[in-house]
């Protein structure tokens, strides 16, 4: 088992990172990928375990980095490291989860897959044998063709078995319980960031138009009646705000 190296200093990068974010600095934004790079590989030995797809594990940690970089604010007091790991982990995670199939598989027949798996489980202990089609059906209250889908599409999936156990540290714990859900303490770092960004752009109509469509979900006619515009004028602010939202967060 690899052992988990340690973070970069932190000085250093903050100031690569600082670099970046003002100037745009290509050369700032490699030296922190590279200094980042065990790192990224670590992690992802621990979801590949140096299978035929580590590689591309890796490239996604390292996409996950980069959005990282771009992200990261420094004025919220949280150190880099911190904020960086989760991403990485995050990004292989809807990676293994979303894009690991070598064909388009809907996603209840993925989660109808998953619920085999563990009905097989439970059924080959209580029957003492592998159970029946109609068994896993009956077990799970669907229809043998779904079962039957499932269990050929299942085939598309070319990554480790999700019941794998991994490390000895996780207490038993297989893929599925590591990966099957997503984080909703990442999603909600980004998402507080990613409005700290927007309040930087956007002027005050724009944010006002955004929270009233995305955020109240309201219709477009609704807005404009709330903020004294038209349909029409809400739609073309809108798509301007999206437009200012999308350079200050992913340039």
């Not at 088992?1 to 250093?12: A, F, L």
């Not at 138009?209 to 477009?220: G, V």
């Not at 809400?234 to 967060?249: D, N, P």
Request: glycine share 6%.
């Amino acid at each position: 088992m690899r052992k988990q190296s340690t973070s970069p200093k932190r000085e250093e990068v903050e100031r690569l990172i600082q670099n970046f974010q003002k100037t745009g600095s290509k050369q700032s934004e490699r030296e922190i990928v590279e200094k980042y790079e065990k790192v990224i590989r670590s992690i992802a030995w621990k979801y590949s375990k140096g299978q035929s797809f580590h590689e591309d594990i890796v490239q996604v940690g390292r996409v996950g980095l980069l959005g990282a970089i771009r992200r990261y604010d420094q004025t919220i007091g949280k150190n880099f490291h911190s904020f960086a790991i989760p991403t990485i982990i995050g990004e292989i995670k809807h990676y293994l989860r979303d894009k690991t199939w070598s064909v388009h598989v809907p996603r209840r027949v993925k989660e109808l897959g998953i619920k085999i798996i563990k009905a097989e489980e439970e059924l080959t202990n209580h029957l003492q044998r592998k159970p029946k089609i109609h068994e896993i059906a009956n077990h799970l209250h669907v229809d043998e063709k779904e079962v039957l889908e499932a269990i050929e599409l299942k085939q598309a999936y070319h990554t480790q078995p999700i019941d794998t156990p991994t490390d000895s540290d996780s207490e038993g714990k297989t893929i599925l319980e590591t990966v099957g859900k997503k984080d909703k303490g990442y999603e909600q770092v980004l998402k507080k960031l990613d409005v700290k960004k927007a309040l930087r752009v956007l002027s005050t109509r724009e944010q006002r138009i955004l929270y009233y469509t995305y955020i109240k979900e309201k219709s477009q006619r609704d807005t404009g009646k709330i903020v004294g515009i038209s349909q029409m004028h809400v739609s073309r602010i809108q798509r301007s705000a999206i437009k200012k939202l999308r350079q200050a967060v992913l340039e």
